[in-house]
C-alpha cells in the first residue's frame, strides 16, 4: 500500500492530486495525518480541523489520524518534503519538494535510504542533487496542476459567494513574494 502523509494545509494542494492519480490507476492508497502536530503553525490540521476536515470530506478522500506510538507499514510513503516520514516503516520514499524547501531538507532527503525528491523544475533538483547529494524525479507538470479544471472551479465557487461572477467579470489574481518586493507587486497592481 502506499501511504500519503499529510501534515498541514499546504500538503492538500500536492497530495490531493496524487492520491486520485493513484486511484485512477488502481494503486491502493491511504492519507494520513498527525491531526495534533504543530499547533502552533498558521496552516496546520490543528489550527484547521474542520476546513481540512470539510475539503477531504468534498473530495471523497478518507483519512487516517496517526496517533504516537507503532509505526505505519507502508510499500511506499510520499510527503511533502521529508515532513512525518518518522512514523512510518517504508520501502520506498518519495519526498516532494516545495518550492525552494529543497534548502531546509535537501540534506534530510539525501540522507534517508530509499528517498527521492520530486520536482517540477529540472534547475531546483539539480541544485538538490550538486548541493546535498539527494536525488531526483523531475515531472513535466507540476503536481498542483495535475487536476487543474478541480481547481479552476473551487476558484469559481469561491467567487461566487464573493458576489462576483467567475464567467462574466474580468478578474486578475497576483501571487506576490511575502518580503522584500511589495512595492513591484504594488506598481504591477
Sequence with gaps: MIGLHCQDMT??????????ALLEAQKPCAMFVKSLAAPEKYNSFYQNRSRIIEILRDQNIPV?????GAKIKV??????ETIGH????YDKHISIGHGFDCWNFGKKV??????????????????ALKTYGAESVVVDTPIVFWEIEDVFNVGKKYLDTLGIDPDSDRIATI??????????????Y
Design 110 to 127: 539525501a540522507e534517508l535510504e530509499n528517498t527521492k525528491y520530486v520536482f517540477h523544475n529540472k534547475e531546483v533538483a539539480d541544485f
Design 11 to 20: 500538503c492538500l494542494r500536492y497530495l490531493i492530486p496524487v492520491y486520485k
Design 75 to 80: 510499500s511506499t510513503l510520499v510527503t511533502i
Design 86 to 89: 518518522d512514523h512510518y516503516e
Design 64 to 68: 487516517y489520524d496517526i496517533v504516537d
Design 175 to 188: 501571487f506576490y513574494p511575502d518580503k522584500d518586493h511589495h512595492d513591484i507587486a504594488l506598481k504591477v
